[in-house]
């Protein structure tokens, strides 16, 4: 979580704070949206506290998990497009 306050992110409400209709997503990058499905929009900040929120954890800003062409998983860090294989293809 520190890393999120120190980019200005604050963690936000969990999904079962969000009005009734709402559901909370994320893309493939992490970034978290909030799905209306009555009035069938999209928004990223948070029907409620009007924060927006990122998942930590799973990877490192700039950073993509994709498969190769042999189906394995490799991690692209998309600023240099250095590439990395997981640790169980290594």
């Not at 929009?41 to 954890?57: D, I, N, S, V, Y």
């Not at 498969?67 to 600023?79: A, H, M, Q, S």
């Amino acid at each position: 979580m520190a890393a999120l306050k120190y980019a200005g992110m604050d963690d936000t409400d969990s999904e079962d704070e969000l009005p009734p209709g709402w559901e909370e997503r994320s893309t493939k990058d992490g970034w978290v949206y909030y799905a209306n499905h009555e009035e069938m929009k999209t928004q990223w900040e948070h029907p409620k506290t009007g924060k927006k929120k990122r998942c930590a954890g799973d990877l490192p800003y700039g950073w993509e998990q994709e498969t190769d062409e042999k189906g394995r998983v490799i991690f692209v860090e998309l600023c240099t497009i250095n590439t990395g294989l997981s640790a169980s293809d290594a």
